[in-house]
């Protein structure tokens, strides 16, 4: 069975510090997909990153980055010089192959104090 | 501007009776969705509808029933609310490729029920 595991429940930082957001993923597909959602104050969900099993670099988007190893079955997300607008709950995800489904990690709770 | 809408944002009722959360996009996506969001859950899906008049079970499905008569509305009826129903409803919709389902997700602004 599928299983995404965010470990942390809350992080809070200090404007600009660097922070990591970590998603441990379980499954027994060869092939399948990641991703991140952030979910600001206002509520609704906001996709991030689709990321295929296949492809294992790095990815950076301006501040953001994501760091995917196979090898330790996880894909964690990185915000460098945190900004107070980062302040979100964080969702890490995984496609359910053949259910059109994402599965959602429990997600993880970032304050970036001013 | 590109948005999925869904009405009401926050409902307070009484344990039976009827109620529909409505969800509509405007961006012309085959795939929309529900999910409900529960304090230490996550977000888990209800049900889901890959075109018109194409719906599916998600993982929690009981309780609830959906249509598609179009593609842009997507409602989700609870025909007997019952207290365990208390939460953040999202309606989410995608588009598909080829290959089918993305993951790419535009998801409404969501609905607080509160079932008593």
């Known amino acids: 069975a599928q299983k995404v595991t965010q470990a942390q429940t809350e992080i809070s930082v200090v404007e600009k510090e660097d922070v990591t957001l970590d998603c441990v993923y379980e499954t027994r597909d060869t092939t399948y997909y990641l991703f991140w959602y952030k979910q600001p104050p206002s509520g609704e969900l906001v996709f991030l990153i689709r990321r295929n099993s296949f492809d294992e670099q790095n990815e950076i988007s301006g501040r953001y980055s994501w760091n995917f190893q196979k090898s330790t079955s996880s894909f964690n997300f990185t915000i460098t010089a945190s900004q107070v607008v980062d302040s979100a709950v964080y969702f890490c995800a995984q496609d359910q192959t053949g259910a059109n489904n994402l599965f959602f990690g429990t997600g993880t709770r970032l304050t970036v104090i001013p | 501007e590109a948005q999925v809408t869904q009405n009401p944002r926050y409902l307070i009722t009484v344990t039976g009776k009827k109620l529909t959360v409505t969800c509509s996009q405007n961006?012309?996506?085959?795939?929309m969705s529900w999910y409900r969001q529960d304090p230490g859950l996550g977000l888990r899906q209800i049900y889901y509808s890959m075109n018109v008049e194409v719906t599916d079970k998600g993982d929690v499905p009981e309780g609830y029933k959906v249509s598609r008569k179009e593609k842009r509305n997507f409602p989700l009826i609870l025909e007997s609310p019952s207290p365990n129903q208390t939460s953040l409803y999202f309606c989410?919709?995608?588009?598909?490729?080829?290959?089918?389902?993305?993951?790419?997700?535009?998801f409404g602004e969501g609905s607080r029920l509160t079932v008593l």
């Open positions: 961006m012309n996506h085959e795939y």
């Open positions: 989410a919709s995608s588009f598909l490729r080829t290959s089918g389902f993305t993951g790419e997700l535009f």
